[in-house]
């Protein structure tokens, strides 16, 4: 077995951020815990992932604070996983994952399932990055500067 090298310490906030959810088992427990997934059992029959690796995943994700563990919302003995504020912060992320998804893996017209308005029913907008000033931007109108220079 290959020991994955840590990247919490790193100076680039995309790399800590990996170290704590960069495998996709782990997006894919959060994509469910967002869909309103929450006991243990519930993540291992959507995902069909072995049940070692659903309880490493899950530890980590706890580790890092990303779900916590809290009592049954059902009064049972059980416990179950919520996302955190940490975790909640990752909506985006997913959201991204998922246009970026649709736009690069699907054929015209094929079928696929569509994140919509609770409220109205209709189609969440895709993401936008814009400016202070409200510019949208793109990759070639940002550039990542030190802490040290953004001074």
Not at 42 to 54: P, R, Y
Not at 85 to 97: E, S
Request: aromatic content about 8%; some cysteine.
């Amino acid at each position: 077995m290959v020991k994955r090298t840590s990247l919490e310490g790193a100076e680039c906030p995309v790399a800590r951020s990996l170290d704590a959810i960069g495998d996709w088992w782990s997006l894919l427990i959060i994509r469910d815990a967002f869909d309103g997934l929450r006991r243990f059992g519930e993540f291992q029959k959507s995902l069909g992932v072995a049940k070692n690796i659903l309880t490493a995943r899950l530890r980590a994700l706890t580790a890092h604070g990303i779900l916590e563990l809290a009592p049954a919302s059902d009064g049972s003995v059980y416990q179950e996983y919520v996302l955190t504020p940490r975790g909640r912060g990752l909506f985006h992320v997913v959201v991204g994952l998922r246009q970026w998804g649709e736009e690069s893996f699907y054929e015209p017209g094929e079928t696929h399932s569509v994140l919509v308005d609770r409220e109205g029913g209709l189609p969440v907008r895709r993401l936008e990055l814009r400016s202070e000033d409200g510019r949208l931007l793109g990759p070639a109108d940002t550039i990542v500067k030190k802490a040290a220079d953004s001074t």
